[in-house]
Every structure is written in structure tokens, then in C-alpha cells.
């Protein structure tokens, strides 16, 4: 069976890293049946030092991109198999455009941003025993910070990076517009990766200017409403 590693469940979703969730999602959605290892020590043995991974029998394939290649490729298409190549090239780089783009304006509204830090630093380190729980969140978000001018994000003012989110938002809701899914009536690994990342901001217990920015774009509540009725209630 597909080993799943993941971090534990948090801030009221299955995992809070949408690469996690958006590989739980596709799991689910194909119909794979599949064991998710939760544990925060997955991160010290990941093969790239980053969540997911997975183990496929003596396979260990880590990155979301190369897992959903890997399952497309070894279940014969089961989420991709229907689309035409126009929609398969839509359907990439939207995911490349929440992977390095939506994805970094989510880490600074988490981890930089003091609106929310506080409830967050309690979310993913208040059990740690003390003092680790006082030294650990401190040491994490000076490199998450130190990550997030590197690549650029937080060079911008936070209101720039919610503008930048809402361009997304307005893109994906013109894009799903009326549909169940975002090309039609069977979900693809597209579906997966939006909801990977709209529940992460739509759903997930955490209040803060940014989701409250996206929970204004009803098509996208709607969808993951939807998506986590059918997969996850
Ligand atoms: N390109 C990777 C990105 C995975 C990723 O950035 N995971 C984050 C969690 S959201 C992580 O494990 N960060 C831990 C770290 O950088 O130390 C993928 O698509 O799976």
C-alpha cells in the first residue's frame, strides 16, 4: 500500500501544508487506497528535506509533482487520463503558479506576518516541552523569514502580497466559473493541487487579512466546500 508522509493534522485540516494535502487529495480522489503517516520527525527523513513523500513498496518518491507523475503513470491516468493536451498545459502551470507563487504569500501570512503568528507558533509548536517550545518557533521563523526575502515575496508590502493572492483568487474563479470541477464534471490532479492550496486559506482555522481576502470569492468557497464534503467528511 502507498505510504503517505505528511505532517500531523492542524489548524483543522488533515495536514498544513498544502503539497501534503494537495497529494492526500489526489489519493483520494483516484480512488488509491493509501496510509498517511503523520509525524512532524518525517521531516528528518525526507529525501529532499521537504514534505511530502512517498513510499511506493521499495520506491521513495518525494516532490508532489513527481508523485502525481508517479501515480499517474503506475494507475494508468486515473485523474489526467481524460484531458486533452490544451488542459494538461493549463493544468500544469496553474500548479506551478500555486506552487512557487500563491505558496510563498501563504508561508508570510503564516509565519512573518504578525497578525496571525502568534496563534500559528501555538499551532505548530505548543507541545513541544519547555524551553524547546520558547527556542524552536524562534530559530524556524528567523530561516522561514530569511527564506521568504530570499525569494522575494517579502520584499513587497503585505498589502502588495495580498494583491498578489487576489489575482490568483480571481484567476481560478474565472477559470472553475460554474463547473464542479475546474474542466468539467470528473476531477483531474488540478482539482487536487486547488484544493491543496484554497483550503489552506478558505478552510483552515486561522483568521488573519489574507483568508479573510480569499473567503470573498464565493465560486472558491463553494468549490472547496464541495471538494471537502465529497473526500474528506
Ligand atoms: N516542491 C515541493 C515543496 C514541498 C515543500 O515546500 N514542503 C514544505 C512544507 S509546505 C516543507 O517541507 N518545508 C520544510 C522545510 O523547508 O524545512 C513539493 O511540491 O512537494
Not at 501563504?106 to 496563534?119: F, G, T
Not at 464542479?180 to 486559506?201: I, M, N
Request: aromatic share 12%; charged share 25%.
Amino acid at each position: 500500500m502507498i505510504e503517505l508522509y505528511g505532517f500531523t493534522p492542524n489548524l483543522g485540516l488533515e495536514d498544513p501544508s498544502p503539497f501534503v494535502l494537495k497529494v492526500d487529495t489526489y489519493l483520494r480522489m483516484a480512488k488509491i487506497e493509501y496510509r498517511k503517516i503523520s509525524k512532524l520527525s518525517n521531516l528528518k527523513h525526507a529525501p529532499k528535506g521537504k514534505l511530502p513523500y512517498i513510499r511506493d513498496n521499495d520506491k521513495i518518491i518525494a516532490d508532489s509533482q513527481f508523485i502525481f507523475d508517479h501515480l499517474e503513470d503506475k494507475f494508468n491516468r486515473p485523474l489526467d487520463g481524460h484531458l486533452s493536451a490544451e488542459q494538461k498545459a493549463i493544468a500544469y502551470l496553474t500548479t506551478k503558479s500555486l506552487d512557487e507563487n500563491l505558496y510563498f504569500a501563504i508561508v508570510y501570512s503564516r509565519w512573518q506576518d504578525e497578525e496571525s503568528w502568534a496563534k500559528v507558533k501555538k499551532a505548530f509548536f505548543g507541545k513541544l516541552p519547555f524551553p524547546l517550545n520558547a527556542i524552536v518557533p524562534i530559530i524556524a521563523r528567523k530561516q522561514v523569514i530569511r527564506t521568504l526575502y530570499g525569494q522575494g515575496v517579502s520584499r513587497h508590502t503585505k498589502d502588495e502580497i495580498i494583491s498578489i493572492c487576489q489575482k490568483t483568487y480571481q484567476a481560478l474563479t474565472d477559470l472553475i466559473g460554474d463547473k464542479p470541477f475546474v474542466f468539467g464534471d470528473r476531477p483531474c490532479s488540478l482539482d487536487a493541487t486547488l484544493f491543496g492550496f484554497l483550503a489552506e486559506v478558505i478552510l483552515a482555522d486561522l483568521d488573519n487579512t489574507f483568508n479573510e481576502s480569499a473567503r470573498n470569492y464565493p465560486v472558491l468557497v463553494k468549490y472547496c466546500q464541495r471538494i471537502y464534503k465529497q473526500y474528506y467528511s
